[in-house]
């Protein structure tokens, strides 16, 4: 079995800044996408950022020049670095990864808090 275990999530102002971290656990021998997803209150879950095995990434229009996605590989981690953060940016923040391990694997993390007051 694999999980991702999710930190860094809190509360925060208008302004500031945060930084989620996303660690990959369990046999695992490759880990291909991984994207960072949020939910809001009374809202549909969708995208924030995704980054490829290779490094490419991809970001939500809501985020672009505000949040930047970054992993690891030798830690099986992903990092979300939030600035500049807005009372609309309050979610839930969720990990996801395409992992190879004993079977394939579609992972989400347990989820984290972002509250960001104005």
């Known amino acids: 079995q694999v999980q991702l275990l999710e930190s860094g999530g809190g509360l925060v102002q208008a302004g500031e800044s945060l930084r989620l971290s996303c660690l990959a656990a369990g046999r695992i021998f490759s880990i291909n996408d991984m994207g960072w997803y949020r939910q809001a209150p009374g809202k549909q879950r969708e995208l924030v950022a995704t980054i490829s095995s290779s490094g490419a990434t991809n970001y939500a229009n809501a985020v672009k020049g505000r949040f930047t996605i970054s992993r690891d590989n030798a830690k099986n981690t992903v990092y979300l670095q939030m600035m500049s953060l807005k009372p609309e940016d309050t979610a839930v923040y969720y990990c996801?990864?395409?992992?190879?391990?004993?079977?394939?694997?579609?992972?989400w993390g347990q989820g984290t808090h972002v509250t960001v007051s104005s």
């Open positions: 996801n990864a395409d992992i190879t391990g004993i079977d394939q694997y579609h992972v």
